[in-house]
């Protein structure tokens, strides 16, 4: 597939996956929907692709949500496409929201406005670097429109129950300090610098052995809201899928041999806040 709203970028293992229509806010259309499909299918089955950024063209918006100019070619409107869609086999409204099973690192550089839709994919991330002079909000609030592509299951995750309600039901917009103070984003960057940032922090992760962070990831998303006993049983079988990995007789070895910057005494720590003794 050829990419005309959207953006599929390769820098070597990390991969950004840009919303390319600057003039529309980067919102999303029905064109928009099926090349995210198609984007994060590529990312998700290369075993090259590491780690994907995701953010907006331009420096006014991250993503604005829906094209609602086209919001019924979104939608399921038939009995049969809204008895699909609540059985969970369509992927989402605007691209593939309802995906779950990405366990490589996802990052949101977020440039801008971060609104309705926009703001569940920055949600769909797990981590979100955001710029100075963001902003997010349910904006759709105002004109009846749901949230469909996640909001109201991953982001009382992100920021808690009684934060998510408030944003959820009053629509109302915030700005990137206090995005911060509420946690829904982990750091805050002068204008321009998300993306820059993003990349600092997905070149790390790219350092890293990757078996044991993704099934970490995985343990972490298939646990989370279960009982405690099934929790542990789903971090038992992650972790037992990774512990045999040939990553894991390497790291023990660099351990032994202090073959790695956070052991070494002529080399900076790599681990980001670690202090040596």
Known sequence: MAFSEIDYETQGPIRIIRFNRPQKRNCIGPTTHLELIEAWSRFRDDPDALVAIITGAGDQAFCAGGDLKAAL???PTTPDEIAAHNRGERPGIIGPSRWTDIYKPVIAAVNGVAYAGGLEWACF????IAEEHATFGVTCRRWNIG????GTQRLP???GMGRALELILT????CASEALAIGLVNEVVAKGRSLERALELAHLLCTLPQPAMRS???ALIRGYGQPLAEGLRIEAECFNRSIHQPETLEGLRRFR???HPD???DVPAQTPGLIKD
């Open 216 to 218: 970490d990831k995985e």
């Open 147 to 150: 949230l469909g592509d996640g």
């Open 257 to 259: 041999e202090r073959d």
């Open 263 to 265: 052991l070494r005494d």
């Open 157 to 159: 995750r992100i920021v």
């Open 171 to 174: 629509g109302k917009v915030i």
């Open 73 to 75: 070619d979104l939608v």
């Open 125 to 128: 991330a797990d981590m979100r």
